[in-house]
T-cell receptor
Framework: KNQVEQSPQSLIILEGKNCTLQCNYTVSPFSNLRWYKQDTGRGPVSLTIMTFSENTKSNGRYTATLDADTKQSSLHITASQLSDSASYICVAASFMTTDSWGKLQFGAGTQVVVTP | NAGVTQTPKFQVLKTGQSMTLQCAQDMNHNSMYWYRQDPGMGLRLIYY???????DKGEVPNGYNVSRLNKREFSLRLESAAPSQTSVYFCASSEREGAQDHYEQYFGPGTRLTVT
């Protein structure tokens, strides 16, 4: 079972409108939560990384929130642009203190289409 | 500064053929990774190299081998390709990963592989 669930699977929004993407995770122990943007035919690009002590983080028109108690995160896109059309991937990181390597669990992504 | 580069971009193989996917990074990163991305699923880790000279299995290593040739290069080999290995393969690198660390991963553009 995937430890990172994203919703919705896809959405269509009008240019200039806002939208919010959801992410629920169950990884344990939890270290940090990441959001990536993946354009069609390209590799993912990091938008934000938040540790369990951070509630919100912004990157331009992208604002991520994290509730480590409920294990939920959201990504809010403000004043969407055509270039925001992409897949947005939520990633939960889990690190064991005795490991030199941690595990990243990737969600399947939310496909966002911004229309004129 | 090209970041992470991958070759080839596209490849079609027949079942049983072998091939090597090449990856190089110019950011002097210690850690490198190979992922596969399948429709409707999150990225899954095949192999990783925490530092030069070390490699370890990820979540889905069967049917693959890797070589960390030097600090810059990390190759992925399919010895006997199977249709189940049809996927998009991404190489990534990061400064390092470990407990309490959360350096972001930088992804290459991907290799789209079809096995018939």
């Amino acid at each position: 079972k995937n430890q990172v669930e994203q919703s919705p699977q896809s959405l269509i929004i009008l240019e200039g409108k806002n939208c919010t993407l959801q992410c629920n995770y169950t990884v344990s122990p939890f270290s940090n939560l990441r959001w990536y943007k993946q354009d069609t035919g390209r590799g993912p690009v990091s938008l934000t990384i938040m540790t369990f002590s951070e509630n919100t983080k912004s990157n331009g028109r992208y604002t991520a929130t994290l509730d480590a108690d409920t294990k939920q995160s959201s990504l809010h896109i403000t004043a969407s642009q055509l270039s925001d059309s992409a897949s947005y991937i939520c990633v939960a990181a889990s690190f064991m203190t005795t490991d030199s390597w941690g595990k990243l669990q990737f969600g399947a992504g939310t496909q966002v289409v911004v229309t004129p | 500064n090209a970041g992470v580069t991958q070759t080839p971009k596209f490849q079609v193989l027949k079942t049983g053929q072998s091939m090597t996917l090449q990856c190089a990074q110019d950011m002097n990163h210690n850690s490198m990774y190979w992922y596969r991305q399948d429709p409707g699923m999150g990225l899954r880790l095949i192999y990783y190299s925490a530092s030069e000279g070390t490699t370890d299995k990820g979540e889905v290593p069967n049917g693959y081998n890797v070589s960390r040739l030097n600090k810059r290069e990390f190759s992925l080999r399919l010895e006997s390709a199977a249709p189940s290995q049809t996927s998009v393969y991404f190489c990534a690198s990061s400064e390092r990963e470990g407990a309490q660390d959360h350096y972001e991963q930088y992804f290459g553009p991907g290799t789209r592989l079809t096995v018939t």
